[in-house]
């Protein structure tokens, strides 16, 4: 058998490049930071207390440059079809979360920017909209070329800047000044006690808004269907079982008759409401009172329901706050609470499993 002939060919030699360190194998490990002294912390500390005190009067600065002005941006902002905010920036952050805050509140906004508005989103503005414009210089390049497509198209412009003699300023139709502000910045160029100021404004503004109108707690709700705030103005009809999933038993029942509607209703509830005739409230009945009257020996499935059930229930309507009726519950150690109208008829039932699935437990 032939052998295998080794190759003669000679491999590479790989060479050190003059001044070249080879790296070690693994990461370099970050140099070691420094031990801030005693006076380096506190330092810090007062310098950043600082900037929170600059941005903190810039703020309290505003209060008295409000005025007509304001009023007259409120009542365009209040009865406009939709308030188109804009800004570059800094100031378009903070203009995209002033108009954020006007929609949670009932007021129709968009946010527009200005680079894209050249381009083809001007044709979010409409007939009667209402421009505002956030800009501290009130020279932004970008913003100013809009006031021209503002004007032919009949958009009032709102504008919030720390410059009244601005070309922004001079283009606008209201001027809310925040005057000269200086910034809480080493350098004084960061914009920090501007935006701080520019943002307080326009909360002021939108707050002021959502003030003059008709708008409750009910509407807010309808906006924020999620999370905590929806939780907080929920009302009891929103969760409670009604209709079919509703578990209901005339007084003069048997007790079998109710076991069998606590089973078969859907969902299955805890309980099941008793009513009289008329479909009134006159007691309800749990699980609970099962479990008692088995331990008791007390299981004639024959007898009424209004002898074992419980008599005098405590209930809410069905426009309760659902943060009220689960302090009921707790306050009471209750599982179930039956929900009744005006005229005390049994409209629905409150169950614990519920509320644990909407997370107020």
Same mark, same amino acid.
């Given at each position: 058998?032939?052998?295998?002939?080794?190759?003669?060919?000679?491999?590479?030699?790989?060479?050190?490049?003059?001044?070249?360190?080879?790296?070690?194998?693994?990461?370099?490990?970050?140099?070691?930071?420094?031990?801030?002294?005693?006076?380096?912390?506190?330092?810090?500390? $007062?310098?950043?207390?600082?900037?929170? *005190?600059?941005?903190?009067?810039?703020?309290?600065?505003?209060?008295?440059?409000?005025?007509?002005?304001?009023?007259?941006?409120?009542?365009?902002?209040?009865?406009?079809?939709?308030?188109?905010?804009? /800004?570059?920036?800094?100031? /378009?952050?903070?203009?995209?979360?002033?108009?954020?805050?006007?929609?949670?509140?009932?007021?129709?906004?968009?946010?527009?920017?200005?680079?894209?508005?050249?381009?083809?989103?001007?044709?979010?503005?409409?007939?009667?909209?209402?421009?505002?414009?956030?800009?501290?210089?009130?020279?932004? *390049?970008?913003?100013?070329?809009?006031?021209?497509?503002?004007?032919?198209?009949?958009?009032? =412009?709102?504008?919030?800047?720390?410059?009244?003699?601005?070309?922004?300023?001079?283009?606008?139709?209201?001027?809310?000044?925040?005057?000269?502000? *200086?910034?809480?910045?080493?350098?004084?160029?960061?914009?920090?006690?501007?935006?701080?100021?520019?943002?307080?404004?326009?909360?002021?503004?939108?707050?002021?808004?959502?003030?003059?109108?008709?708008?409750?707690?009910?509407?807010?709700?309808?906006?924020?269907?999620?999370?905590?705030?929806?939780?907080?103005?929920?009302? =009891?009809?929103?969760?409670?079982?009604?209709?079919?999933?509703?578990?209901?038993?005339?007084?003069?029942?048997?007790?079998?008759?109710?076991?069998?509607?606590?089973?078969?209703?859907?969902?299955?509830?805890?309980?099941?409401?008793?009513?009289?005739?008329?479909?009134?409230?006159?007691?309800?009945?749990?699980?609970?009172?099962?479990?008692?009257?088995?331990?008791?020996?007390?299981?004639?499935?024959?007898?009424?329901?209004?002898?074992?059930? /419980?008599?005098?229930?405590?209930?809410?309507?069905? *426009?309760?706050?659902?943060?009220?009726?689960?302090?009921?519950?707790?306050?009471?150690?209750?599982?179930?609470?039956?929900?009744?109208? $005006?005229?005390?008829?049994?409209?629905?039932?409150?169950?614990?499993?519920?509320?644990? $699935?909407?997370?107020?437990?």
């Amino acid at each position: 058998m032939a052998r295998a002939t080794r190759s003669t060919a000679r491999k590479p030699r790989l060479r050190a490049i003059p001044g070249h360190v080879t790296p070690a194998a693994g990461p370099t490990p970050p140099p070691a930071a420094s031990v801030p002294s005693q006076d380096e912390r506190e330092a810090t500390l $007062a310098y950043a207390r600082s900037v929170l *005190e600059a941005e903190a009067q810039a703020i309290l600065g505003l209060m008295g440059r409000l005025g007509d002005s304001f009023l007259k941006a409120l009542e365009l902002v209040r009865d406009s079809v939709q308030t188109v905010v804009t /800004g570059v920036g800094k100031a /378009g952050l903070i203009g995209q979360k002033l108009s954020a805050t006007l929609a949670s509140t009932g007021i129709r906004s968009v946010f527009l920017h200005p680079t894209e508005a050249v381009h083809g989103d001007l044709g979010r503005v409409g007939r009667g909209d209402v421009i505002l414009a956030l800009s501290n210089s009130g020279a932004t *390049e970008e913003l100013v070329r809009l006031l021209p497509s503002f004007k032919r198209m009949g958009a009032p =412009v709102i504008a919030i800047t720390g410059d009244a003699e601005s070309p922004l300023a001079r283009g606008a139709d209201v001027v809310l000044d925040i005057g000269r502000i *200086e910034e809480a910045c080493p350098m004084g160029m960061v914009p920090t006690a501007s935006t701080a100021a520019l943002h307080a404004i326009g909360d002021a503004l939108a707050m002021a808004v959502l003030r003059a109108r008709p708008f409750g707690s009910a509407e807010y709700a309808l906006l924020h269907p999620g999370g905590k705030i929806g939780r907080s103005v929920m009302r =009891v009809f929103e969760l409670m079982r009604s209709g079919p999933s509703n578990p209901v038993v005339r007084d003069n029942a048997k007790l079998s008759e109710a076991v069998v509607v606590m089973t078969n209703t859907p969902g299955r509830p805890g309980a099941t409401n008793v009513v009289d005739r008329q479909g009134r409230l006159v007691g309800i009945f749990t699980d609970g009172d099962l479990r008692r009257l088995v331990e008791q020996g007390r299981t004639n499935f024959d007898m009424p329901i209004r002898e074992v059930m /419980g008599k005098r229930p405590r209930c809410v309507g069905p *426009e309760v706050l659902v943060l009220e009726a689960t302090k009921l519950m707790r306050e009471f150690r209750v599982d179930q609470l039956p929900v009744v109208d $005006a005229e005390g008829k049994a409209v629905g039932l409150l169950d614990v499993q519920d509320l644990l $699935a909407a997370r107020f437990f």
